[in-house]
């Protein structure tokens, strides 16, 4: 934890200013301590370098976290490789709009203080942190943060902190920019979570976010009967399942068949078209994500990533439009793809 943080971070019971009692710390990095509030003296552990706010110990809460905090421990290595971290960025760009690198890097020069709500295991930090004007301040509930502080920790403007985006310690109207990319929809309830995180957005403000969206009706039936299922499974159940959706995603893959759909099927949610029947299958029936590029550990990584969490709520884009305008949030970019909603507004 780099100690120019302190002058941000408040209690988030009730926002009073924090007192660090250090342990173990360098000349400018605390490695292990404690933050107390100053008012209702409620007492955060700083360990391993990161300031640890997580309160919330329901069961649901923890389920969901585990599940995060499992996959990352088997599968950070591969997702900090090079080619997914480069396949992610050419992915969020064109889901959010942005032509090229340069315009976004260009966004983010007029941004102070940003939020990357959700981080995981570094690698959005690492890309909002491209204007060393700006200081980015990457939470995660999970253990991950613990992969994404060794791997970006010496990051001057970056700060790794492990907390709940639903009990967040800043001040509000704090950020000019946040960022929460594949993350609201794990939380308890995707809607409110989201209007808590607008609470801590400037004036003038920018927030993007993307949920997923709501797949074909007998997918949709499906993902919830296996769901009801694995979401009570142990995580070493849940790998198993995960390495056979891969397996049969894998398959599916290799066939490189296509399928041509000559008119629309509204009652299956289908469209005309061409499809790979992989993907075919994938978006209308089953979850059973295969890698393009081979790699057999990232695909079951990705399955585990959808099987197991506690929540994974799909949304439909009326009812996200309507969360950005009963905030008097202005749209400034939307898009839908098959897999989710990517939205970027202003607040007024």
Not at 73 to 83: F, L, S, Y
Not at 318 to 346: A, H, P
Request: proline content about 2%; some cysteine.
């Amino acid at each position: 934890m780099k100690i120019s943080i302190l002058e941000y971070l408040v209690c988030p019971s009730c926002r009073s200013k924090l007192k660090l009692k250090s342990k173990s710390k360098s000349k400018n990095e605390i490695y292990e301590g404690n933050l107390i509030c100053t008012k209702c003296n409620d007492k955060f552990k700083i360990s391993k370098g990161i300031p640890r706010f997580v309160v919330d110990i329901t069961k649901d809460f923890v389920r969901t976290e585990m599940a995060f905090s499992e996959k990352w421990k088997t599968h950070h290595t591969n997702h900090h490789a090079k080619d997914w971290i480069e396949w992610q960025k050419k992915w969020f760009l064109d889901r959010f709009d942005w032509k090229s690198i340069k315009p976004f890097n260009t966004f983010l020069k007029s941004k102070e203080f940003i939020l990357d709500a959700g981080t995981g295991i570094g690698n959005s930090a690492k890309m909002l942190s491209v204007n060393n004007s700006s200081t980015v301040f990457a939470l995660d509930a999970s253990d991950s943060i613990d992969f994404a502080y060794k791997k970006y920790g010496k990051s001057k403007n970056i700060h790794f902190i492990q907390a709940d985006i639903r009990q967040l310690p800043f001040k509000k109207s704090f950020f000019d920019y946040i960022f929460s990319d594949q993350v609201l929809h794990h939380t308890k309830n995707t809607a409110t979570s989201f209007k808590y995180l607008t609470k801590f957005l400037q004036k003038k403000g920018h927030i993007s976010i993307y949920v997923y969206n709501k797949k074909a009706p007998v997918r949709e039936y499906v993902d919830d009967y296996i769901r009801q299922r694995t979401i009570k499974m142990s995580v070493a159940e849940c790998t198993e399942f995960s390495k056979d959706m891969a397996h049969l995603g894998k398959a599916l893959s290799k066939l490189k068949k296509k399928i041509t759909i000559s008119k629309d099927i509204p009652l299956l949610g289908v469209k005309s078209g061409t499809y790979d029947v992989q993907r075919f299958i994938y978006w209308h029936f089953l979850k059973c994500f295969w890698d393009e590029s081979d790699n057999f550990d990232r695909s079951v990584g990705v399955n585990f990533d959808w099987y197991y969490p506690k929540f994974a709520y799909r949304h439909t884009p009326s009812e996200v439009k309507k969360w950005y305008r009963d905030l008097k949030i202005k749209i400034i970019t939307f898009k839908e793809i098959e897999s989710g909603i990517s939205v970027t507004g202003q607040k007024k």
